[in-house]
């Protein structure tokens, strides 16, 4: 083979390597190995080492990708290919949690997009500021980027179903139900058709969800059986990992404890460096609940500690995340207010020169446009720290209840307990979780679930001092830390909102329903004052009330851990 006939082979193998990246990534590979690269142009070495680290990402060496991407956009002059490895290097940005220079990618990516008139350019670029959003809790925004792809014609299968998959996620998010059970299953049916498997396993999951969403957990674990035979999902343990623990709690839900447990153990057993959190997460919940369920307690508070040592991990990161973002956001915004603030700041220095040179009537005119300008500037200042106290709020508040969310409940528990035991104060730790809450949003709908939330919060709210720690911990499930209350009148509040939670009566609507409560209440004289045994304590505790009849309170003892 000659070198012209040579270069032209090696062109054609780049492109078709190009186009089977994420569809079959083995033939792929084959063709990059097969290309002397000797024989390529600069760009088209470029795009080659593009290919190669996206076959790589298959194998979750995400650090490395996001390494070769980083360097290749110090060099690479072609302007499609840099806006590529921009959307996938953003993609990446927010898997290693750098929400900052992903922030600010994102930003000169949307200028970019808006100076090219290449549409499959723009709809892959869309495609990885859309993975960008998503991971960054948007779903509004997702919603937006994805209706520039899946409602168009001749879009490219890989980017059209990464954008289903990223659209029925997004409306999940929401709460919105609109999509149908065929809906869901034309778009996994759409990228299985075209070979987009790891798409396909993602709308699967989604289908799951929606099913386990509508108490349809039979079918849930049809679906998910099928989805642990494809050779995709076998191979890629994120996938993997993610399936198995929904196949666990299904089973859990239809009574199946044996399996349940074989699935969640082999989630633990497969992910022992816990890169795909939620899974273990799940895995280690379902494992608690079947230890508690069999009696089998001293095994459920092993389960229960590692539980929530990484739901620690997870709240410290996602707080850092919400900081980072708004951190990100704010000095956006500062920015803005910065050149807002120039530009007033240059009108007042002209109105200063004015004021010099002209009459004392006109000086007057000037002075009050002064006064004005001085006016401004001060606003603006104001404005910013307002911004700043703004953030600060959302990154500490649960937007439905108003009340501390999860993770800055967490950081207060820590810092009240640091405190009491230099002081040797007793603390108390009440966990109330809802009963059968489940039932209420299956039967009346998320609105008047989350009614029922809101109005949980404000009772107890009522029924607290204003020493008490109070939070909502996900779901259903309440937190409160008592200062300086003994176990006696711990037990005294708790009861107190037990009652006033019965007593809420369900008058937004026709519907009839009663709202109880189950209670856990701990203290650190019995378990001391590190935060994880307190509600591991209280858990144990909680779970008495629910075994027990439900609607009661109970109060820690060692025997519950023997």
């Known amino acids: 083979m000659n070198s012209a006939v040579a270069g032209i082979y090696e062109t054609e193998a780049l492109q078709q390597a190009d186009e089977l990246r994420i569809s079959d990534k083995e033939n792929a590979r084959k063709l990059l190995d097969s290309i002397d690269k000797q024989k390529l142009s600069a760009d088209e070495v470029i795009l080659y080492e593009y290919i190669d680290a996206v076959i790589q990402l298959f194998d979750g060496d995400v650090k490395q990708a996001a390494e070769v991407y980083q360097r290749l956009l110090l060099t690479v002059e072609d302007a499609k290919l840099k806006i590529r490895i921009q959307a996938s290097y953003l993609n990446l940005l927010a898997s290693l949690g750098k929400w900052e220079e992903g922030l600010a990618l994102g930003e000169a990516l949307f200028s970019q997009l808006a100076e090219t008139d290449d549409t499959e350019l723009q709809q892959r670029a869309y495609l990885g500021l859309i993975a960008f959003y998503d991971q960054l809790e948007q779903p509004e925004t997702v919603l937006i980027l994805t209706s520039r792809i899946v409602d168009k014609e001749n879009v490219p299968p890989e980017v059209k179903c990464g954008a289903l998959a990223a659209r029925i996620n997004a409306f999940f998010k929401l709460d919105d139900y609109s999509y149908t059970f065929t809906d869901y299953n034309d778009a996994s049916q759409f990228c299985l058709k075209h070979n987009l498997t790891i798409y396909y396993a993602v709308l699967e999951v989604s289908k799951v969800n929606w099913l386990m969403n509508k108490g349809e957990y039979s079918e849930a674990r049809l679906f998910l059986e099928k989805l642990l035979e494809v050779p995709e999902v076998q191979n890629f343990v994120p996938q993997t990992t993610t399936v198995l623990s929904k196949y666990a709690e299904v089973n859990l839900l239809l009574g199946d404890t044996a399996e349940a447990k074989t699935a969640a153990q082999r989630v633990l057993t497969l992910d022992t460096e816990v890169n795909n959190s939620s899974a273990v997460i799940s895995a ?5 609940k079947i230890a508690s369920d069999e009696s089998n307690f ?19 990161a996602q707080l850092s995340k919400q900081l980072a973002i708004q951190k990100a956001w704010f000095e956006i915004d500062a920015k803005q207010s910065q050149i807002e603030l120039l530009d007033k700041q240059n009108a007042l ?4 020169a004015k004021l010099s ?4 009537e006109n000086s007057l005119l000037a002075l009050s446009l002064v006064s004005l300008l001085l006016a401004s500037l001060i606003f603006w200042s104001y404005r910013s720290h307002k911004i700043q106290a703004k953030l600060k709020y959302y990154a500490r508040t649960d937007m439905l209840t108003q009340i501390s969310n999860r993770a800055y409940f967490n950081e207060q528990c820590n810092d009240c307990l640091n405190q009491a035991q230099k002081n040797q104060s007793k603390m108390s730790l009440i966990l109330l979780d809802l009963d059968h809450f489940k039932n209420i949003n299956d039967s009346y709908g998320h609105q008047i679930g989350d009614w029922a939330l809101t109005q949980v919060a404000k009772v107890i709210s009522a029924t607290l001092d204003e ?6 911990l996900g779901g259903e499930e309440f937190g409160i830390l008592l200062r300086g209350e003994h176990s006696e009148i711990a037990l005294q509040i708790a009861e107190r909102c037990r009652v006033a939670i ?10 009839q329903f009663k709202l109880t409560v189950s209670l856990g209440v701990s203290n ?30 109970y109060e820690y003892s060692a025997a519950m851990a023997e």
Request: aromatic fraction near 10%; charge should be negative; glycine fraction near 6%.
């Open 467 to 472: 020493e008490a720690i109070f939070g909502r």
């Open 502 to 511: 019965e007593r809420i009566e369900p008058t937004v609507s026709e519907y």
């Open 349 to 352: 220095l002209t109105a200063k």
């Open 298 to 316: 001293e095994q459920a508070l092993r389960y229960l500690e590692q539980l929530m040592a990484l739901q620690a991990q997870e709240s410290s």
């Open 357 to 360: 040179g002209e009459s004392l």
């Open 524 to 553: 650190t004289s019995q378990v001391g004052y590190k935060f994880e045994n307190l509600y591991a304590a209280a858990d144990l505790a909680l779970y008495q009330s629910k075994h027990y009849g439900r609607n009661r309170v």
């Open 284 to 288: 280690l919940d379902t494992l608690h």
